[in-house]
């Protein structure tokens, strides 16, 4: 049996032998040979040959199948392979096309970064250069502020050494336009033996008052022949830069004027204070007559006369603060009266800011007709100063003042109202307290000055503000001298 089985192996290999010479045959037979060649070695068959020859039929019908399936696999092989490399060289060229984009937005990135770098010098250059014109305006600015300040100095320099020459002598004003300064000082006597003050609907007419009576006794007002006392009217460097430059423009211009006038009057004295309660009425509501002159409804606004500052409430408190400090540099105490609990709370907390002096609100009746402040405020001095004042004659509201007042002994009385800053010069707030004391029927007006709409807010010497012509005393004017020798005497 072992025998059997070595037989058909070597069979089997003499089939695959003879099938390679087959293929060999095939494939040299598919050469350019001459044809000769070929019968020549068809004549001359190998073992192999002869062993497939001698196969049977079966036998070689499989080694057919077996050359067909080598034939197959190789071709299979063959194809797999060509498709790898297909596949391969797509792959190169993909990757040949990604690193040619790559290539491509890089150089695109590098362009657009030096575009950008480009960009920023030249906005760093524009930035240099801006600075540079900044730097060159602010220094013009600031040269002509030296200039400014300077021209003051020399300005105050001068007034000075005027009023150092003489002493100030007072014009004698009897007419209500020339009289007028909005603001005044008289002897505590005197407002005791003139008649009550009486409401006209007028914030004017707290200085027609005074006037009117004082003729009466044979007096007048007197202003400084040199303006040497005098007042700065901040609402009317407002009405002035509004008509020209509109509301805006005022607001910022006025809190920039009364920086500077609290920067300079709000300061500890450097004079003993004299015997003189300062009062001001004060109001930060909305003003009947500019809203009506400005267009807004005014129907059912309260009743403030012919009042028409059109700052804002915080803008008049600032001004407030200013003044009281121009007052309270020369008068023992202040009082200021209101008409709403709002403007109380608010005027009460500033006081409590101020360097130097005694002050005080008062919350009268007249939330509905502010325009009775100045009348009802002077009414309750004038009250003391008769010595009828009572708990009876002031709102419930009021009462508590009463007692300060009657405990707070004063010899003048400073009537102000809240938009002119108090200023002097030379030997005038001696003078005026010598001459009313020479003189007690008379009262002395400060002349008022204000700021044209040109101009920087900060400028705020006499010499660079002009007076009001409505107030003004001409110097033809009889003049009133009076004797320094005749001082606490009639002469």
């Known amino acids: 049996m072992r ?9 089997l290999a003499l089939l695959l032998a003879a ?12 050469t350019t040979l001459p044809p000769r060649a070929l019968v020549t070695s068809e004549r001359k068959p ?36 060509a498709r790898e490399q297909a596949s391969n060289a797509r792959a190169a060229a993909a990757e040949r096309r990604a690193a040619q984009a790559e290539a491509a937005l890089e150089a695109r990135e590098q362009a657009s970064n030096a575009r950008a770098a480009a960009a920023e010098r030249r906005a760093a250059r524009a930035e240099a250069a801006l600075e540079a014109r900044e730097q060159a305006s602010n220094a013009r600015a600031a040269a002509a502020e030296r200039r400014a300040a300077q021209a003051e100095a020399a300005l105050k320099a001068r007034e000075q050494a005027s009023h150092a020459r003489a002493a100030t002598q007072f014009l004698k004003c009897a007419h209500r336009a020339k009289a007028y300064g909005a603001a005044w000082l008289a002897r ?6 003139q008649p009550l003050s009486q409401d006209k609907n007028a914030l004017e007419y707290a200085s027609f008052h005074i006037l009117t009576e004082s003729i009466r006794l044979g007096a007048t007002a007197l202003k400084a022949a040199d303006d040497s006392f005098w007042v700065n009217h901040v609402s009317g460097y407002e009405h002035n830069v509004k008509r020209r430059e509109g509301a805006e423009a005022a607001e910022k211009n006025v809190n920039a004027m009364v920086q500077v006038l609290t920067n300079k009057l709000c300061i500890p004295r450097t004079r003993p204070p004299t015997s003189t309660l300062a009062l001001i009425p004060f109001y930060s509501g909305l003003a009947r007559d500019g809203a009506r002159k400005d267009g807004i409804d005014s129907e059912d606004l309260p009743n403030t006369g012919n009042a028409h500052s059109m700052s804002s409430g915080a803008t008049k408190l600032k001004t407030l603060k200013a003044v009281l400090c121009s007052v309270l540099s020369f008068c ?3 009082l200021v009266s209101v008409c709403t609990s709002r403007d109380y709370e608010s005027v009460t907390k500033l006081l409590g800011t101020l360097p130097t002096g005694q002050a005080r609100a008062v919350l009268l009746n007249c939330e509905q007709t502010p325009a009775y402040l100045p009348y009802e405020l002077l009414r309750l001095v004038q009250r003391h100063a008769k010595g009828t004042l009572n708990a009876t004659h002031v709102a419930p509201a009021a009462r508590p003042i009463v007692p300060w007042i009657t405990e707070l002994a004063f010899e003048y009385v400073l009537y102000d109202e809240a938009d002119n800053t108090f ?13 009313l004391t020479q003189h007690p029927d008379y009262y002395v007006a400060p002349q008022r000055y204000e700021k044209g709409w040109s101009g920087s807010p900060r400028s705020i010497l006499r010499g660079n503000l002009t007076k009001v012509g409505q107030n003004t005393c001409e110097a033809e004017l009889p003049r009133f001298v009076y004797n320094r020798d005749c001082v606490n005497k009639y002469c």
């Not at 099938?19 to 598919?30: E, G, K, Y």
């Open 46 to 81: 190998s073992d192999a040959l002869r062993a497939v020859r001698a196969a049977g039929d079966e036998r070689r019908e499989e080694l057919y199948q077996a050359l067909r399936a080598r034939g197959a696999a190789d071709a299979a092989a063959s194809a797999a392979q």
């Open 188 to 193: 505590t006597e005197l407002l005791a033996r």
């Open 332 to 334: 023992k105490a202040a």
């Open 19 to 30: 099938a390679i010479l087959l293929l060999a045959v095939r494939q040299h037979s598919t």
């Open 3 to 11: 025998r059997g089985k070595r037989t058909r192996l070597k069979a």
């Open 423 to 435: 200023h002097f010069e030379g030997t005038a707030l001696r003078d005026i307290f010598e001459v």
